[in-house]
């Protein structure tokens, strides 16, 4: 089960960070994913980690390299997504999703993972 927060309005040039509470055991060996999806849209892959290899394995999409960043804190099962630099197109839902493999290289479709969390709202304007 996963579990979304820390959505909210902003104004452009802000920050905000969401938090996935993951359970331990996608956690020991899990590839985790940010998606988003703004009105009218596909939903939109933006970064994934595999936790195992937490500082080697992490990858982000163009769009968010250098202002997005994600971390981990395994003893309380939460994986974040810190959002700086925030601008208007970066308003949509963003989702936390897991894979069943622990394998983050080349995933980047929604049909490559499995649990999702219901989401969890940003404004920017």
């Known amino acids: 089960q996963l579990v979304e927060s820390g959505g909210g309005s902003v104004q452009a040039g802000g920050s905000l960070r969401l938090s996935c509470a993951v359970s331990r055991y996608t956690f020991a060996d899990g590839c985790l994913g940010w998606f988003r999806q703004a009105p009218g849209k596909e939903r939109e892959w933006i970064a994934n980690v595999r936790t195992l290899d937490f500082d080697r394995d992490t990858r982000y999409a163009v769009s968010v390299r250098g202002r997005f960043l994600i971390s981990q804190d395994k003893d309380n099962g939460t994986l974040y997504l810190q959002m700086d630099r925030l601008q208007v197109e970066d308003t949509a839902m963003y989702y936390c999703?897991?894979?069943?493999?622990?394998?983050?290289?080349?995933?980047?479709?929604?049909?490559?993972?499995?649990?999702w969390g219901q989401g969890t709202q940003v404004t920017v304007s």
């Open positions: 999703a897991a894979r069943k493999e622990s394998i983050c290289g080349g995933a980047y479709r929604q049909t490559d993972y499995y649990f």
